[in-house]
């Protein structure tokens, strides 16, 4: 036990921050580098790659018609698989990616920051030498690598912002143990490798966050800007996190009372919305409305709802994982349902993809209001799903314990740590509040591990404050931080 404190009270140093780091760094460079240009199978990378393409030609934000129905250059058994597949057929009916994105048209479908980040990536770097998604070979979009290695040091980067916050909320110990267990966390290392929004998101997050806490122990100009320009990169890569907001103030309230700054809070939170306006803009001018919130909201909520209960759910012999709970789930209150004539996809013609996103989110709304009890039981299922240790698509032993000897121990942890944390619990609010937010969203709309993965860092965290609290060394800090002083006792 001796050397175990030994080993932790040594992580809390400077010098073992940077170790970590560039510990982290080179095993995300490495990890990159030996894929390639090959692609992960995590569903929608083509997308973004196609988007970026249309971006750097100039074109703006825009899937093409390769990308609807069945593609040309897959193998007859990838094509006869891709047959059987109901959503793909739909879409080839209706010409459009999900049934809502036309091609060769603009789409707010997509929040734009991490399309134009890989835009950009495309527009400065050149395209792919080639890119292998499974047996399809994808001769357009950004070059890979260089992807991958942006996304490699964002997340590295997350490591710094631990050390950051545990040394501010909790001790610099708690802070280096938290990046250590980062720095080879696999669902970290998983979506730095895939092209999608996750890695970004979760890095600009972080830096609201960061930035959030500087703002709790100075509040000065420079950290109410920082956290308004971090929280509005952050809203432009996924934009339900305006209604984050309220909890922004709240978590800033609570520990200066009185005492807060609400002009340059109010600054901050304007440049935060500021953010927006170019993105609310462009919409208002392609599409003749001021749209804000993206098209996919309707399609989402459509899939974790009334597509639950349709043949080509109950009836699907691939299900794995979670997915079977669906399943059997639906069969058994099907018979029981009412409304079910606004389960299925809405017939679509001439609609375009903001009239659908309305149509598709008033058929929710209707199966919702008319099956209440259903729902909140399936709310109860996604919220099950959000904090699932192993994916469903988790193919092999290496995999499974390789999940379940990280985050299967992480998440216990970190709810012990929750409930051991509440010494100074005004400063840590934030933390409680993206958890919670996290799951409460999740719940109510859509789930999986890539909606929790954002929030894992502070979940890290929590986890490492309560295995140093463990263990006996000092978790909490020794003083009272300034900022709560002259406030209530906690």
């Not at 789409?107 to 980040?117: G, I, N, Q, S, V």
């Not at 122990?217 to 209604?243: C, E, K, M, P």
């Not at 609609?351 to 039981?377: C, M, S, T, W």
Request: glycine share 6%.
């Amino acid at each position: 036990m001796r050397r175990i404190r030994s080993l932790l009270t040594a992580l809390g140093s400077p010098r073992a921050m940077w170790i970590i780091f560039a510990f982290g760094l080179a095993v995300r460079v490495t990890l990159t580098l030996a894929l390639g240009h090959r692609l992960l199978p995590m569903a929608d990378q083509p997308v973004f790659l196609d988007m970026a393409e249309h971006i750097a030609r100039g074109d703006g934000i825009m899937v093409s018609p390769e990308l609807i129905g069945i593609p040309d250059n897959v193998t007859e058994a990838m094509r006869a698989e891709l047959a059987t597949r109901p959503e793909r057929m739909r879409d080839e009916q209706l010409n459009a990616l999900w049934g809502i994105v036309r091609p060769n048209a603009p789409t707010a479908f997509f929040e734009p920051f991490y399309p134009l980040f890989v835009g950009g990536i495309r527009w400065l770097f050149g395209p792919t030498p080639g890119t292998r998604f499974g047996p399809e070979v994808i001769p357009f979009g950004p070059n890979v690598v260089i992807v991958r290695l942006f996304q490699s040091l964002f997340d590295a980067s997350v490591i710094l912002i631990l050390f950051y916050l545990g040394r501010a909320l909790f001790t610099p110990v708690v802070g280096g143990l938290a990046g250590l267990i980062y720095s080879l966390y696999p669902y970290s290392l998983a979506f730095v490798t895939n092209l999608v929004t996750q890695n970004t998101y979760l890095f600009l997050q972080a830096l609201m966050v960061f930035f959030f806490v500087r703002a709790l122990d100075r509040q000065s100009w420079a950290n109410y800007v920082l956290l308004g320009l971090t929280a509005g990169l952050t809203l432009l890569t996924r934009i339900s996190l305006i209604t984050f907001i309220p909890f922004i103030i709240l978590c800033l309230w609570l520990p200066w009372g009185r005492r807060l700054k609400w002009g340059r809070l109010a600054v901050s939170m304007a440049i935060m919305v500021l953010a927006a306006v170019p993105w609310v803009m462009r919409n208002y001018a392609l599409f003749g409305e001021p749209i804000l919130l993206p098209t996919k909201g309707g399609r989402n909520l459509w899939e974790y709802n009334n597509q639950m209960f349709l043949p080509e759910r109950t009836e699907d012999a691939r299900a794995a994982g979670v997915m079977i709970t669906y399943r059997e789930f639906a069969r058994r209150h099907y018979p029981d349902l009412k409304a079910k004539e606004l389960l299925p996809f809405p017939e679509f013609t001439d609609e375009n993809e903001i009239e659908r996103d309305r149509i598709l989110n008033q058929r929710v709304k209707g199966f919702i209001l008319a099956n209440p009890v259903v729902y909140v039981k399936l709310c109860f299922l996604r919220l099950y799903q959000l904090f699932r240790v192993a994916p469903s698509s988790a193919k092999g032993p290496l995999v499974t314990l390789g999940t379940w000897a990280t985050v299967g121990w992480i998440l216990p942890a970190a709810f012990l740590g929750l409930l051991f944390s509440f010494k100074h619990w005004r400063r840590r609010s934030v933390l409680y509040a993206l958890i919670f937010y996290t799951a409460a969203t999740a719940a109510a709309t859509a789930s999986g591990i890539p909606h929790r993965v954002p929030t894992d860092p502070y979940f890290i965290l929590l986890a490492a404050f309560f295995i140093v609290k463990l263990v006996g060394l000092e978790a909490e800090p020794q003083t009272v931080p300034n900022n709560q002083r002259l406030t209530t006792n906690d």
